[in-house]
């Protein structure tokens, strides 16, 4: 029961993924992604994912304070410390309880590369560490939107690849 109960909440959650994905508005992303990590949060405290409870209960903190317009990269640093720390103590699930953290880490220092290849890179790499994790947590439904969002970003570094090598062509 809770399986399906958690899958649910992390179907929502996703769900709120996909619509921070599609809007324009930078303050309206962080909201939107504020409920989407609270979701998560649910689903992963019901599943038993009690990294994905930090690191995600951090990235809330991190979004407020994005929204406030604080987040300078000296407090981006320090949360990352701060995840690092509580997600050694909270690991339940010792290497696979360590990707969302990895993932978190590539993603949130490439954050601010102007090289999109190399932000994408790292989206897919943070998502793969994510997809992995939610797997062994069984965790099907946020799985499948890992899977999926790896693979947009996949075949959005495919398409500027093959673009800039028409250009050069």
Known sequence: MFLIIGNIIALIASIFMVIAGLLNDRRQILVVQIIQM?????SNVVLGGYTAVVVNAISIVRNIVAYKGKLTNNVSYFLLVLTTIF??????????????LVGTIVFTLNLNNKNITKLKLALSFSMLMWLIFDLYIKSFSSALFDFLSMAAGIMTIYQIKNKKGKKDA
Not at 38 to 42: C, E, H, P, S
Not at 87 to 100: D, M, R
């Open 87 to 100: 997600t050694l103590i909270f690991n339940n699930h010792f290497i696979i309880g360590l990707l969302p």
């Open 38 to 42: 609270t979701l998560f949060i649910i």
